[in-house]
């Protein structure tokens, strides 16, 4: 699938902004005594290449001795602040080079009788910048003391946006009775607040791009608490569905914004074991309301008290986040630094390369909905990841329905209890988090022998294990658990195999997502996220008939046939994923290290040209056959 325009302005931003990483022949031709300089590409503004040539010629030459003496940790800070700001929504239509932007107009006049002043000196030369790698202001240099709490603080708001999302389940019977409609009416609350998850990215991820991390979650936990209590206090049907589903769109901004948090605070030696503990929460949130709100709906308080309680935990983190977490984004920490630079210097040029940003509604609507759309229909491993990463979400909410058909209706179990069978898939949760954190040390020594270049099939081998594992944990829970005659503990430990393949195909099948595609990873992860909530969605609303129509043995086995099925997605990228990812325009692929070689013939050409082609790091994207520098 061909890039448009706007993809192709990504993609040249991305290769500007990480020249260490998708260097070109432009970095060889450039003589051996010129160095440009690394902020000076970051002010490109990508809608005119034209622009962007002229500035970097312009640039080339200026003196470069404090860039020579840079530190590699600060290029490498500079270089991914340079990859944020190109990625940015509005981005392009900075300095007045988008052409849609441009009035036909005459100026009108300046005002008060004066001329038109001069132009300012180069801006660039105003851009604030982190002062060296050990900057304390960047929160990859804070303690670890403060690291931890903001991680654990990030933990517990993911942890209750996703408890909301199920601790409703438990409600259903009660609103179908009072509201006299059918429990599967009573389950869309469920249904409506996963909708929610689909469409709330799109409003929080590109906030968090523009005003950091911080404002966006701060202002979802807000809206998750209130809407929890509007939930609450709901005098008819329409209006509870209506609530739940807003409380799942503000809900929905910790599980798209944290992991970006952490991304900002640890480095590449420890980012890995941190989003996979952030994981764990948002995974085992959902599995341990359950039991939770079956003790409170079947008590005096009754089922409004289980939104409630949600509404308790969000202002608790509101108030956490408010007071106590402090901005990670890189680019907006460098906004309040050149605020109170201005302030104290009253020099008003003195500004960071985020306040450049125009917001542009049509780049908006391509980056967050229009090229996810693409991915998710036109890049094969996109495609076919996301509907398997879909069928096993839509199953961990299809669980809520008929983990309480099988322990509620064939052992008896009040609803309290029979939500305490559900820590079987917590416990299959954290084994796999454990795995995963103990493949870490094996992952770190292939990276390094790789030259720091990750290889997105290394993701893959838990993947398959998982879908087997999750495949098995559906056949023995419907076997086990259909008739009563088993104790109840056999249906309930299949939890364990459930829950462990369930987080292994997904922390990997999202990391392989992100190794695959680089600077479109988001629009990747968008695109299936989006797949995934409208399963999660809608598989709670057919779970009642297909498991009192087919039988609990039957619909689990149709279940996991459907699960081993799709076990063989992950085996054929694995083999072949590499040859798919370098006929993708979106997908860069990587050259193998090779050795050095000497030209024989002394031609000075065919001399450069091998140095561009053998001597060049992994790192480097193929000049043949990568269709994303191709089309560039």
Not at 73 to 83: D, F, G, H, K, W
Not at 592 to 611: K, L, Q, V, W, Y
């Amino acid at each position: 699938m061909p890039l448009n325009e706007a993809d192709r302005e990504i993609a040249a931003a991305e290769i500007d902004a990480s020249p260490m990483e998708f260097a070109g022949q432009e970095a060889l031709a450039r003589r051996s005594d010129e160095v440009e300089r690394v902020m000076s590409a970051s002010s490109v503004s990508t809608s005119s290449s034209e622009e962007r040539q002229r500035r970097a010629r312009r640039m080339s030459g200026v003196s470069t001795q404090h860039d020579l003496e840079r530190h590699p940790t600060e290029l490498s800070r500079i270089q991914t602040q340079r990859s944020q700001h190109s990625g940015t929504v509005g981005r392009t239509g900075t300095r007045g080079t988008r052409t849609s932007r441009r009035s036909e107009k005459p100026l009108p006049p300046f005002g008060a009788g004066k001329p038109y002043p001069p132009q300012l000196p180069d801006p660039d030369e105003y851009v604030v910048e982190f002062d060296g790698p050990d900057d304390p202001m960047h929160a990859m240099n804070w303690p670890f003391k403060k690291k931890f709490w903001s991680a654990a603080m990030l933990g517990y708001t993911s942890l209750v946006a996703a408890f909301g999302s199920s601790i409703f389940s438990s409600a259903t019977t009660s609103i179908a009775k009072i509201y006299h409609v059918n429990q599967t009416v009573g389950i869309l609350g469920v249904s409506f607040y996963v909708l929610g998850f689909a469409f709330g990215p799109t409003l929080w991820a590109p906030l968090s791009e523009l005003k950091g991390r911080k404002l966006p979650i701060v202002i979802g936990m807000f809206g998750m608490a209130i809407f929890s209590i509007a939930t609450a206090t709901a005098k008819d049907l329409q209006t509870i569905l209506i609530t739940r589903f807003f409380g799942g769109f503000f809900g929905a901004c910790p599980l798209a914004v944290v992991a970006a948090v952490f991304s900002d605070m640890f480095d590449n030696r420890t980012r890995g074991i941190a989003i996979t503990l952030f994981s764990m929460t948002v995974f085992t949130g959902p599995m341990m309301a359950p039991f939770i709100g079956g003790f409170i709906s079947t008590s005096y308080l009754g089922w409004r008290w289980t939104e409630y309680i949600v509404s308790f935990m969000a202002f608790l983190a509101f108030g956490l986040d408010l007071l106590f977490m402090h901005e990670t984004y890189p680019p907006q920490i460098l906004v309040k630094k050149a605020s109170e630079l201005r302030r104290r210097t009253l020099n008003w040029g003195i500004h960071a390369k985020q306040e450049e940003i125009e917001i542009d509604f049509k780049e908006l609507i391509s980056k967050n909905f229009s090229r996810p759309m693409r991915l998710l229909f036109g890049e094969p491993i996109v495609a076919l990841l996301s509907i398997y990463m879909a069928f096993i979400y839509g199953i961990l909410y299809l669980f809520l329905t008929a983990y309480p058909i099988v322990f509620q209706g064939v052992y008896h179990m009040t609803p309290g209890v029979s939500g305490l069978t559900f820590f079987g898939m917590i416990t299959g949760q954290l084994l796999a988090g454990v795995v995963i954190l103990l493949q870490q040390p094996w992952y770190m020594r292939k990276l390094s022998a790789n030259n720091g270049v990750p290889i997105p099939e290394w993701r893959l081998p838990s993947v398959i294990a998982g879908g087997v594992a999750f495949s098995a944990g559906l056949f023995w829970f419907g076997w086990s658990g259909y008739s009563g005659k088993v104790h109840w503990i056999v249906p309930t430990l299949s939890g364990i195999l459930s829950g462990f393949g369930l987080a292994s195909i997904f922390l990997q099948s999202l990391n392989y997502l992100v190794d695959s595609y680089l600077m479109f990873a988001a629009s990747a992860i968008a695109g299936n996220t989006f797949l995934r909530s409208l399963a999660g969605a809608g598989f709670p609303l057919f779970s009642t008939y297909m498991f009192k129509g087919m039988g609990i043995q039957w619909a689990s086995t149709l279940l996991g046939c459907v699960a081993a099925a799709l076990v063989p997605i992950p085996i054929i990228f694995l083999y072949y994923g590499h040859r798919i990812r370098a006929r993708s325009a979106y997908a860069p692929t990587f050259a193998p290290r090779a050795p050095a070689a000497e030209d024989e013939s002394g031609d000075e050409t065919n001399s450069d040209h091998a140095i561009g082609e053998k001597d060049q790091p992994s790192g480097v994207p193929r000049k043949d056959g990568d269709a994303a520098t191709n089309s560039v």
